[in-house]
């Protein structure tokens, strides 16, 4: 038996069920909801409540969470979503992209003692524990300050054996960088998530990555530059080729954004790509798996196999 911290407490790895591996209620900037709620739109909780109580009853029994305090965590906020929906909700430590100038002095070593503090103690005091280590590189590969924040994940996950979920770029196969990085700081790479995998169609380097051990993230749907059909069929081949438990499909999809008049992806445009939210899964992908024959057993267990397997550190 496997034990993992969820916003309400200790959570047996046995009951996480179907799971949504990279997902965010409300993504903002830090402080955005205690300081400038209006931002997020009247009722803003609300439609979280209602958005996961939606996926509940459709069948989604666990969210991770994937919103670090950079992107605007409010963990209080998550704890009221999940006692309301019934959704378990695994929230997240460590840092996003968004470094400001103040933290620019502060060691690999500092920022892994806060990660590991929310881990054992909770979040800005609320006692309340995340249950997941974040590390984000994008375009331009590992900067000097991801290196910092990744080597700190890296540090504060041998501390607490709590796994990793690295925001990643794969067209341009950083993935490569960050786990050497991992390598050198003595991570066993079953315990980390290469996210945004399926923002590629590259099946040899995401082999490459499976063959290092790491599990894929193929959590973006219905996503960007790449079409939905195009992220599917690229499952499909790594299904094909045996990796089905080490795959995490998942939407990036978060329900509140801060709505903005200037915001490049307006609220109405994403319900138009998106009209499922968290259930797009459940109704379009595992559709399209099984149209292109991948067996019952294994779209059964997609979402609820992988998801165990990466907590319990398989
Ligand atoms: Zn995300």
């Known amino acids: 038996m496997t034990t993992i911290n969820s916003v309400l407490g200790s959570l047996d790895t046995a009951n996480l069920g179907f799971t949504l591996m990279h997902e965010h209620l409300l993504v903002a900037s830090a ?10 739109g009247a009722g803003f909780i609300d439609r979280i409540v209602d958005g996961l109580t939606q996926a509940k009853k459709g069948g989604v029994d666990t969210i991770v969470d994937a919103t670090t ?20 909700i695994i929230a997240c430590s460590g840092w996003w ?5 103040f933290l620019g002095g502060v060691s690999a070593d500092q ?9 054992r103690e909770g979040i800005a005091g609320t006692g309340i524990k995340a ?15 991801g290196e910092t924040v990744l080597r700190a994940v890296a540090r504060a996950h041998l501390q607490t054996n709590v796994p990793i979920m690295l925001h990643s770029y794969s067209p341009g196969q950083v993935g490569r960088q960050q786990l050497a990085i991992l390598k050198e700081e003595g991570v066993d790479l079953r315990r980390v998530k290469m996210d945004h995998s399926n923002d590629t169609t590259d099946v040899e380097y995401l082999t490459w990555l499976l063959e ?6 193929l959590d973006r749907y219905p996503g960007f530059n790449v079409s939905s059909q195009a992220r599917t069929r690229t499952m499909k081949a790594l299904i ?13 999809h978060s329900l509140v954004g801060v709505i903005g008049e200037a915001s490049p992806i307006q609220l109405a445009d994403r319900e138009k790509r998106n009209p ?8 379009v992908v595992l559709a399209q798996l099984k149209e292109m024959g991948v067996p019952k057993a294994i779209l059964n267990s997609l979402c609820v196999d992988g998801p165990r397997n990466f907590f319990e550190g398989v």
């Open 69 to 88: 305090l950079d992107l605007g965590r409010d963990v209080t906020i998550i704890a009221e979503a999940s006692r309301r929906s019934g959704v378990n």
């Open 276 to 283: 499922h939210g968290y259930l797009y899964m459940k109704k």
């Open 97 to 101: 992209l968004d470094t400001p100038r």
């Open 31 to 40: 402080g955005i909801s205690q300081n400038y709620a209006e931002l997020l």
């Open 131 to 145: 249950g997941i280590l974040k590390s984000a590189s994008d375009v331009g590969g590992v900067t000097p300050a």
């Open 111 to 119: 920022f892994a003692q806060l990660f590991i503090r929310e881990i």
């Open 240 to 252: 094909d080729a045996g990796y089905a438990n080490r795959l995490l499909p998942s939407h990036d």
């Open 212 to 217: 290092q051990g790491c599990y894929l993230g």
